[in-house]
C-alpha cells in the first residue's frame, strides 16, 4: 500500500498576555472548546478531506502535527506550517507544498533551488498567477475535493426560506465590504423574500452541522464575499444542490498584497463555477436587475450546481491530481548537494 504524510502545522503564535504564554491559552481553549461554537477549520478542512480523497484511493495517510520524520518511502505534502520548519522537511524529503504555507514569494525565494519541492500549489488560478512570475511552471492549481456523498441534497430538505445569506466579507470594516451588507438585506426585505443569515467565523450552536442544516432550510444562497481561493463553504453549498448568487468585484482586496509590492490583482469570489451554479453581480447597483434574472431562472429550474461539483471536485477527483503532483520528481536542476 502506498504511503502518503501530510503536514499540517500550526503556526508560530506570539505571546499574548505574557511571555511564554502559549501553553496555559492552549489549556484555556480547550477547557472553553465545548461552549463555543465552532466555526470553518480553514485549511484544516483541506487536509481533511484531501485524507479522504486518498483513503478512498486505497492510500495509507498519516497527518503530522508536528516536523517528526516522515515515514520511509511515503510520499509526502505540505499544507501548511511554519516557513523555518517547513524547510527543515523539505531539506530532507521530495515534497508538494501549499495552498496554505506561503503567502508571496519574497518569503521563500529559494523554494525550488535550494529545496527538494516538486510542486507548490495554490487553490485556483488567480491565486497561482501571484507566484508564477517567481515559481514559473512549477506552480500548480489544485483544489480539495468536497464530500459529495455527506453533502447530497434529500427530497426532505424543507426549504422554509427563499435565501441563506452567507456574509463572508473578510474585511468588513473598509471598502469595499463595509456597508455592504444591509442594502443586500434591504433589496431581499423590498421584494418578499424570506431569509436567514449567517456570518463566517460565527456561526450559531451546531457549527458546520448548523450550516448545513440551514443551506437544506434555503432554495438559494446569496454569497457576499471579497474574494475567495477555494471557497469550501460555497462549494459544499453547490453539492447539496442550492444555486447561489454571488458577490464578485474581480479584484483581491487582501492588505497583505501592498506588503508585497502587489496593488491591482484580478481575483474572483467563485473561483470554481460555471453557469449551472448560479449567478454573479459586480455591485449593489447591479443586485436588483441580477436578483430577478436569477430568481425567473431559479423559477424555471435552469440551475444544476451539483453536476457541477461531481464533475470538477468530487474526493476522489481531487486525490487523483494531489497523487500525481506527489509522484512526479522533485525539481532538481539547481539543487545543492
Same mark, same amino acid.
Given at each position: =500500500?502506498?504511503?502518503?504524510?501530510? %503536514?499540517?502545522?500550526?503556526?508560530? &503564535?506570539?505571546?499574548?498576555?505574557?511571555?511564554?504564554?502559549?501553553?496555559?491559552?492552549?489549556?484555556?481553549?480547550?477547557?472553553?472548546? $465545548?461552549?463555543?461554537?465552532? @466555526?470553518?477549520?480553514?485549511?484544516? =478542512?483541506?487536509? /481533511?478531506?484531501?485524507?479522504?480523497?486518498?483513503?478512498?484511493? *486505497?492510500?495509507?495517510?498519516?497527518?503530522?502535527?508536528?516536523?517528526?520524520?516522515?515515514?520511509?518511502?511515503?510520499?509526502? !505534502?505540505?499544507?501548511? @506550517?511554519?516557513?523555518?520548519?517547513?524547510?527543515?522537511?523539505? &531539506?530532507?524529503?521530495? #515534497?508538494?507544498? !501549499?495552498?496554505?504555507?506561503?503567502?508571496?514569494?519574497?518569503?521563500?525565494?529559494? =523554494?525550488? /533551488?535550494?529545496?527538494?519541492?516538486?510542486?507548490?500549489?495554490?487553490?485556483?488560478?488567480?491565486?497561482?498567477?501571484?507566484?508564477?512570475?517567481?515559481?514559473?511552471?512549477?506552480?500548480?492549481?489544485?483544489?480539495?475535493?468536497?464530500?459529495? &456523498?455527506?453533502?447530497?441534497?434529500?427530497?426532505?430538505?424543507?426549504?422554509?426560506?427563499?435565501?441563506?445569506? %452567507?456574509?463572508?466579507?473578510?474585511?468588513?470594516?473598509?471598502?469595499?465590504?463595509?456597508?455592504?451588507?444591509?442594502?443586500?438585506?434591504?433589496?431581499?426585505?423590498?421584494?418578499? %423574500?424570506?431569509?436567514? #443569515?449567517?456570518?463566517?467565523?460565527?456561526?450559531?450552536?451546531?457549527?458546520?452541522? /448548523?450550516?448545513?442544516?440551514?443551506?437544506?432550510?434555503?432554495?438559494? =444562497?446569496?454569497?457576499?464575499?471579497?474574494?475567495?481561493?477555494?471557497?469550501?463553504?460555497?462549494?459544499?453549498?453547490?453539492?447539496? @444542490?442550492?444555486?447561489? +448568487?454571488?458577490?464578485?468585484?474581480?479584484?483581491?482586496?487582501?492588505?497583505?498584497?501592498? +506588503?508585497? !509590492?502587489?496593488?491591482?490583482? $484580478?481575483?474572483?469570489?467563485?473561483?470554481?463555477?460555471?453557469?449551472? #451554479? *448560479?449567478?454573479?453581480?459586480?455591485?449593489?447597483?447591479?443586485?436588483?436587475?441580477?436578483?430577478?434574472?436569477?430568481? &425567473?431562472?431559479?423559477?424555471?429550474?435552469?440551475?444544476?450546481?451539483?453536476?457541477?461539483?461531481?464533475?470538477? +471536485?468530487?474526493?476522489?477527483?481531487?486525490?487523483?491530481?494531489?497523487?500525481?503532483?506527489?509522484?512526479?520528481?522533485? %525539481? /532538481?536542476?539547481?539543487?545543492?548537494?
Amino acid at each position: =500500500m502506498a504511503l502518503v504524510d501530510i %503536514y499540517e502545522i500550526a503556526q508560530h &503564535e506570539p505571546p499574548r498576555w505574557f511571555k511564554g504564554d502559549l501553553y496555559p491559552r492552549r489549556v484555556v481553549r480547550w477547557a472553553l472548546q $465545548p461552549f463555543r461554537d465552532p @466555526g470553518p477549520r480553514g485549511l484544516s =478542512m483541506v487536509t /481533511t478531506n484531501l485524507v479522504k480523497g486518498l483513503t478512498k484511493l *486505497g492510500m495509507s495517510c498519516r497527518v503530522h502535527r508536528h516536523a517528526w520524520r516522515s515515514r520511509p518511502g511515503a510520499h509526502v !505534502g505540505i499544507v501548511r @506550517g511554519p516557513i523555518d520548519v517547513l524547510r527543515k522537511i523539505a &531539506e530532507r524529503v521530495p #515534497c508538494v507544498i !501549499g495552498p496554505g504555507s506561503v503567502r508571496a514569494p519574497q518569503e521563500w525565494p529559494d =523554494m525550488f /533551488t535550494a529545496y527538494r519541492t516538486s510542486s507548490f500549489v495554490q487553490a485556483c488560478d488567480w491565486a497561482a498567477n501571484i507566484f508564477r512570475p517567481a515559481y514559473g511552471e512549477r506552480v500548480k492549481v489544485w483544489p480539495v475535493g468536497i464530500d459529495t &456523498e455527506r453533502l447530497a441534497p434529500l427530497r426532505t430538505d424543507p426549504k422554509n426560506f427563499d435565501f441563506l445569506v %452567507y456574509d463572508k466579507r473578510r474585511w468588513p470594516g473598509t471598502p469595499p465590504g463595509k456597508g455592504f451588507l444591509e442594502p443586500c438585506l434591504d433589496e431581499l426585505r423590498k421584494r418578499g %423574500y424570506s431569509w436567514q #443569515c449567517i456570518r463566517y467565523g460565527k456561526y450559531p450552536p451546531g457549527g458546520v452541522d /448548523t450550516f448545513h442544516k440551514m443551506v437544506r432550510d434555503s432554495r438559494a =444562497m446569496l454569497f457576499i464575499c471579497e474574494n475567495e481561493t477555494q471557497g469550501i463553504a460555497y462549494n459544499e453549498v453547490l453539492s447539496l @444542490g442550492v444555486p447561489i +448568487l454571488a458577490w464578485d468585484r474581480q479584484q483581491w482586496f487582501d492588505p497583505d498584497r501592498l +506588503l508585497f !509590492g502587489l496593488d491591482f490583482v $484580478p481575483a474572483t469570489s467563485v473561483p470554481y463555477w460555471d453557469e449551472r #451554479c *448560479g449567478l454573479k453581480f459586480r455591485s449593489i447597483d447591479d443586485l436588483p436587475e441580477r436578483l430577478g434574472q436569477f430568481m &425567473e431562472l431559479l423559477r424555471l429550474d435552469r440551475f444544476s450546481p451539483r453536476d457541477y461539483i461531481l464533475e470538477h +471536485l468530487t474526493l476522489e477527483h481531487c486525490a487523483k491530481q494531489y497523487l500525481d503532483l506527489l509522484r512526479a520528481p522533485p %525539481y /532538481t536542476s539547481h539543487h545543492r548537494d
